[in-house]
């Protein structure tokens, strides 16, 4: 493995680079951290010229449209970022024989499964960002088929960007009960977690232990939104039956959300990789930082 040249991240400003950056630091991994403004993934010339000049060992694509709803009516755009942006990475990392890891979603899939997915299901996705990260998904694998990773996760949450958990630490302060869905199962991920397998995955991938292809990055366990919130409440030391369950057809949103987005980790496995803990453990050694940007936003004193 070279100890000298970088890893190149994707989406650097984003949620997920936000904890993968440092682990890389962490492990001694050089990185060349770009985000949007430093790279357009809807550039051709810039992406190539990128990979090119920095001659990454290992690129970890972080950069994503992920504004879900908004994809149902802006799919075209949508699809410039997530189908047609890891098509020219791939092309570029072809070019240069450079690893690269993509990641990807839980709605490539129907949602409409009774036991975890494996990484090989069929996909059926239900909406139109479910299509452009699938789309990307099959760029990837497509032109890279001995060094392309997917890396499915679901469910994200971290310190380093708007996300569930923020939202319900807000709602936790500004009402006395909240209602959330009770019918959508799933694994919350926290992106610390998640950064760690993409660091171990790469490494395997340079040091060929682990076989290209799909994996899939999720803690394990499953619960609910409901369920999440209930535990969140728990941490914040309030009452988790201030949470009410309620169904999805209470908040009907413009792209329909997966029923079902559990998935297994048998490739992880296979290729000697442990799948990230359960979304428990992980959420409550997140906390703390999380709840400490909370308060940072909010301009109230920790307790």
């Known amino acids: 493995m070279s100890v000298d ?9 984003g949620m997920l680079a936000h904890d993968l950056l440092p682990a890389l630091a962490a492990a001694d991994i050089p990185a060349v951290a770009l985000d949007r403004a430093a790279l357009d993934l809807t550039d051709d010339n810039a992406v190539r010229r990128a990979v090119a000049e920095h001659r990454p060992t290992v690129v970890v694509n972080c950069a994503a449209w992920t504004a879900v709803d908004d994809a149902e009516t802006r799919e075209a755009e949508a699809l410039a970022v997530n189908g047609d942006g890891p098509a020219r990475l791939a092309a570029a990392c072809a070019a240069t024989g450079t690893v690269l890891l993509q990641v990807s979603t839980d709605y490539v899939f129907a949602g409409d499964a009774t036991a975890p997915y ?7 996705p239900r909406s139109a960002y479910g299509r452009t990260k699938l789309a990307g998904e099959r760029a990837v694998l497509t032109a890279l088929p001995d060094i ?57 991938a340079l040091d060929g232990t682990a076989p290209a292809g799909i994996y899939h990055g999720t803690s394990a366990g499953e619960t609910t939104w409901h369920g999440f919130t209930q535990e969140i409440f728990r941490l914040l030391g309030t009452d988790p039956a201030r949470v009410r369950p309620t169904t999805s057809e209470a908040f009907v949103r413009p792209a329909p ?5 559990v998935l297994g980790h048998d490739r992880l496995r296979a290729a000697g990789l442990t799948p990230p803990r359960d979304w428990r453990t992980a959420l409550a050694e997140a906390f703390p930082e999380i709840h400490a940007v909370h308060r940072a936003q909010t301009k109230e004193t920790p307790a």
Do not use: C, H, K
């Open 5 to 13: 040249r970088p890893w190149l991240i994707t989406g650097a400003g």
């Open 118 to 124: 494996p990484e090989d299901a069929p996909t059926a």
């Open 148 to 204: 392309g990773y997917v890396v499915r996760t679901a469910w994200l949450y971290g310190a380093g960007g708007p996300n569930f958990v923020r939202t319900m630490m807000r709602l936790a302060d500004q009402r006395d009960t909240v209602d959330v869905v009770d019918d959508q199962r799933g694994q919350p991920t926290w992106t610390a977690d998640l950064a760690a397998l993409l660091l171990a995955l790469g490494r395997g």
């Open 257 to 261: 959300r997966p029923a079902y987005s």
